[in-house]
């Protein structure tokens, strides 16, 4: 048996007035998804389990079978796995992204872009190991026990081994709040004075929960100096000056977020009995193939963005189903044009995924006497919002064993208007492998 899954990271949408009413999954040409809907089943997926934000770290893992409120440690561990990131079993992991804001936290200054104007990796690189010595130099008392290892573009994984621990400071995604004041969402306690004074009644308790507080404020003020230092490395750096000059967003600021250790997670073919293989251009996607045992296939000019070279992601798909039993395509451009308000974009990049991924997947899978495909978002991502959103994705898979279910299109409404709603995402992945056969 063969088996194909596509994610169009972020492709769910809710109705847009500039698309006359419809989602751009309604609005983009999609005749080889549709082709999928009306020879397979759709359903809905809730990815996104109760206590958990939209994110793809949770979502992705949820889909692929790995239940977050079983497995999941924390975002930056998943990308630490990607890069090989030495990691010691008592750090703290961290994200990094290198960010664009307007101004100073003191004057307001808004969160403009997550990705700093889709930095370049020789530039982000530059700036990454530039900043870890200005943190050494300016905050010893901090940044002794950190390492920064680049990933792609503006995103960087950081360890702390200080011994510091971070498990009750809330740290925010920048992605989650674009064109808000930064400031406002610096790293902060979890625990308040009340909260620390509700103890169990005794002094030791009460002692206890006070302490419990200010580790957690002593952590959350290490990572606030170290984002609102990073600016005076950052803001005058020659790359970014250059970035401005050439009118392109600088990363003037160092935003750290994330946090989480090490997690451990089963290996997919011991579970499954299937071999597995992934295809991305985020190294979030690629550390949780690395944790579960599959393979990522390189493809050269593969980016996060409508750039991409996605007849390339198509062609290595293809390839790679010759000698796994599992491929799965990630193509992250439909998310990032959702996170830049680009409604335009994301219906480009739709179109892009039917034509070049969909299609010649979809042709080589038919060569095989046993197959299977699954097309699907890990969340959606709202270009009205430019924020993640946890409503139940839209799926649709086909092949052997799948009945057709009547449908004629694969959007976000015709797969509401299904019976079939799997209220448990790490459902699917079984669902997807063995239900019918």
Not at 150 to 166: I, N, W
Request: proline share 5%; aromatic share 6%; net charge negative.
């Amino acid at each position: 048996m063969k088996y194909a899954i596509i994610i169009a990271d972020g492709a769910g949408d809710l109705s847009l007035p500039e698309l006359g009413g419809r989602t751009p999954l309604q609005a983009a040409r999609t005749p080889h998804m549709d082709a999928v809907a009306r020879a397979g089943r759709l359903l809905t997926a809730k990815t996104t389990p109760p206590g958990f934000g939209a994110g793809s770290d949770v979502c992705t893992m949820d889909l692929l079978g790995y239940d977050p409120r079983v497995y999941h440690t924390g975002r930056a561990p998943l990308e630490a796995a990607a890069v090989n990131m030495a990691v010691g079993d008592h750090d703290w992991i961290f994200r990094v992204n290198l960010v664009t804001v307007s101004g100073e936290k003191a004057a307001g200054g808004k969160m403009l872009d997550h990705s700093a104007g889709a930095i370049s990796d020789a530039e982000a690189q530059t700036l990454f190991a530039d900043l870890l010595t200005h943190w050494r130099t300016v905050e010893p008392n901090l940044a002794s026990k950190l390492n920064l290892k680049h990933g792609v573009s503006y995103r960087s994984s950081m360890t702390d081994g200080s011994g510091r621990t971070y498990a009750n400071v809330q740290t925010t995604p920048p992605h989650e709040v674009p064109g808000e004041e930064w400031g406002v969402h610096l790293p902060k306690s979890k625990l308040t004075g009340s909260g620390a004074a509700a103890a169990s009644g005794t002094a030791g308790g009460a002692t206890s929960a006070t302490a419990d507080t200010a580790r957690a404020e002593e952590a959350a003020a290490a990572l606030r100096a170290l984002i609102e230092s990073s600016a005076s490395v950052l803001a005058n750096h020659p790359i970014n000056l250059a970035r401005v000059r050439a009118g392109k967003r600088p990363g003037n600021l160092a935003w750290i977020w994330g946090q989480g250790t090490k997690p451990a997670m089963p290996n997919f073919q011991q579970r499954f009995g299937v071999r597995g293989g992934m295809i991305t251009a985020v190294d979030l996607l690629a550390g949780i193939a690395r944790l579960i045992g599959w393979e990522r296939l390189d493809v050269p000019g593969v980016t996060s963005y409508h750039d991409t070279d996605y007849a390339a992601q198509g062609e290595h798909t293809v390839r790679g189903l010759d000698r796994l039993d599992l491929i799965c395509c990630h193509v992250e451009s439909s998310d990032e044009s959702s996170h830049q308000g680009d409604w335009k974009t994301k219906v480009a990049a739709i179109e892009a995924i039917d034509e070049h991924v969909v299609r010649p997947v979809l042709a080589k899978l038919q060569q095989f006497d046993r197959w299977r495909v699954m097309i699907l978002p890990d969340h959606y991502t709202l270009v009205s919002t430019r924020k993640h959103d946890a409503t139940p994705v839209p799926v649709v898979i086909a092949g052997t064993g799948i009945a057709p279910t009547g449908a004629s299109t694969y959007d976000e409404p015709a797969c509401n208007a299904s019976p079939i709603h799997l209220a448990e995402g790490h459902e699917l992945m079984q669902y997807f492998l063995r239900d019918g056969l």
